[in-house]
């Protein structure tokens, strides 16, 4: 079982900067061996992609509405997923999952690719 805890939301200003983390713990968990995922979901609307990134941290994937401002990252030694956040925008505004894919899978971009989600953390961007 994986367990994944987000932090680091909040309210910001358009134009401003958060950065989010993902701490990722479990019985007989390897972090370097998942995938991993953040998605976000707006009220009203379908959860959707934001960013994922391979297990080695070696490639990375972005949606088309953040590319240019958001960054994903992830410490395998501290079992910790990052997503810094740049130039926020109103439309921003959203909770943020992070997720995990199943041991030794290669990244998705379905929610349904991905067994382990975290809680959520609120972001809300102001104009």
């Known amino acids: 079982q994986v367990q994944l805890v987000e932090s680091g939301g909040g309210l910001v200003q358009a134009g401003g900067s958060l950065r989010l983390s993902c701490a990722a713990s479990?019985?007989?968990?390897?972090?370097?061996?998942?995938?991993m995922g953040w998605f976000r979901q707006a009220p009203g609307k379908e959860r959707e992609f934001v960013a994922a990134m391979s297990r080695s941290g070696g490639s990375t994937y972005y949606a088309d509405s953040v590319k240019g401002r958001f960054t994903i990252s992830r410490d395998n030694a501290k079992n910790t997923l990052y997503l810094q956040m740049n130039s926020l925008k109103p439309e921003d505004t959203a909770v943020y999952y992070c997720?995990?894919?199943?041991?030794?899978?290669?990244?998705?971009?379905?929610?349904?690719?991905?067994?382990?989600w975290g809680q959520g953390t609120q972001v809300t961007v102001s104009s």
């Open positions: 479990g019985r007989s968990f390897t972090f370097s061996h998942y995938a």
């Open positions: 997720a995990a894919s199943p041991p030794f899978h290669g990244v998705g971009y379905a929610s349904s690719e991905y067994n382990y």
